[in-house]
């Protein structure tokens, strides 16, 4: 774009007044805590995305929130002896993470890194109708909670509308803060797309500018700064890690008890009863079909059906041939 053209372009995207009071503003993390937990105080719980690109620090500041300041402060919810943040309360997998919306309280709860299952194709196809109705008829548990994922975009706007905070890690040290804005006519959640948007027309209006000035947004609140973390703390997180890699995924029971799942398949309590099977839990056709029968409800032949071909995938034979001992020694099958 030449000089003549930049001078006539007609600009709709303005510094707002607002928020350059805040253009010099370094939010304290211990600030910020105390911020959060006076929601708590308030009746009101703080839901917060932290998005970044990899390796910028994310986990880095949320860590020095949770490890240096959290961790101290009681859980006066509960009172009962226990911190606002706790190690069992650091999670990596979405469905915990809805069954502790369910039932903490009073607590902070940090999901690590989620771009592998918190976005649109695996998190949302999941749970996010279990999340989004939780949050919303949750709201006197009183929690804290840290979403980490590395784009923005990725979030759906549905579960957006619900947050509290965004914080950006623009790089390593460095993050912007943007809060929604309350006490307006028509107003609406935090609307992260919004402030996208506002961005990319920020940019093409102001061709000769390669950052965009944060003040243009009325969500914006200031920076933080944060450096890496003590030897110590780092220790603390890498054992997180790797706890919670030696977790299991929570059972289909437990998805349904927890309300993650609505009902369990056929299929599923036959692959359960074929897994008590090998265990040596179930042994004679009779357990096993009263067991099935129960479960499932299912008409005789539909269920004969469906238990022959997972028997068959787990190199049994059939239904009728189950349990004969001399068909069971010549079926070989590696566990």
Same mark, same amino acid.
């Given at each position: ?29 211990? !600030?910020?805590?105390? %911020? ?22 994310? %986990?880095?500041?949320?860590? #020095? ?7 101290? !402060?009681?859980?006066?919810? !509960?009172? &009962?002896?226990?911190? !606002?943040?706790?190690?069992? @309360? ?13 039932? /903490? ?18 998190? +949302? %196809? ?12 949750? #709201? ?22 619900? =947050? ?28 992260? &797309?919004?402030?996208?948007? #506002? ?5 093409? /209006? @102001? ?11 009325? *969500?914006?609140?200031?920076? +933080?700064?944060? %450096? ?11 054992? =997180? ?8 995924? $929570?059972?289909?029971? *437990? ?19 074929? &897994? ?11 357990? $096993?079909?009263?067991? $099935?029968?129960?479960?499932? *409800?299912?008409? &005789? ?9 997972? =028997? ?10 189950? +349990?004969?001992?001399?068909?069971? *020694?010549?079926? /070989?099958?590696?566990?």
């Amino acid at each position: 774009m030449d000089s003549s053209n930049y001078k006539r372009l007609n600009k709709t995207i303005h510094r707002d007044k607002y928020a350059k009071r805040f253009l010099q503003t370094v939010i304290g993390h211990e !600030m910020f805590c105390l %911020s959060l937990k006076k929601r708590l105080e308030e009746e009101k719980d703080a839901f917060i995305l932290v998005t970044g690109d990899t390796g910028t620090g994310k %986990s880095t500041l949320v860590a #020095r929130f949770c490890f240096q300041h959290f961790s101290k !402060m009681d859980n006066f919810i !509960m009172n &009962d002896g226990r911190k !606002m943040f706790e190690k069992e @309360n650091f999670i990596v997998d979405p469905e915990e993470f809805a069954v502790k919306m369910i039932k /903490e309280r009073g607590a902070v709860l940090w999901i690590d890194e989620g771009r592998d299952t918190v976005n649109r194709q695996q998190w +949302f %196809s999941k749970i996010n109708q279990v999340v989004a109705s939780r949050k919303n008829r949750n #709201r006197k548990n009183f929690n804290i909670y840290f979403l980490l994922m590395p784009y923005e975009r990725e979030i759906d706007p549905k579960l957006a509308a619900h =947050l509290t905070a965004w914080i950006w890690v623009k790089k390593r040290k460095i993050a912007e803060l943007y809060v929604k804005t309350s006490g307006k006519k028509g107003g609406k959640g935090l609307d992260i &797309d919004s402030i996208l948007k #506002r961005e990319e027309r920020y940019l093409k /209006e @102001n061709p000769f500018r390669t950052s965009v000035d944060p003040t243009i947004h009325p *969500e914006y609140r200031g920076k +933080f700064y944060f %450096s890496k973390l003590t030897p110590g703390f780092q220790r603390e997180y890498n054992k =997180l890690v790797e706890d919670k890699k030696a977790v299991g995924e $929570l059972t289909e029971e *437990e998805k349904l008890a927890y309300g993650i799942v609505e009902t369990i398949t056929p299929e599923t309590y036959v692959n359960n009863a074929i &897994d008590d099977i090998k265990k040596g839990v179930i042994t004679n056709k009779r357990q $096993l079909w009263n067991k $099935l029968k129960e479960e499932t *409800e299912l008409e &005789d032949d539909k269920l004969t059906k469906i238990l022959n071909r997972y =028997l068959d995938l787990e190199g049994f034979p059939t239904f009728r041939q189950l +349990f004969k001992k001399d068909k069971l *020694e010549q079926i /070989e099958v590696d566990w």
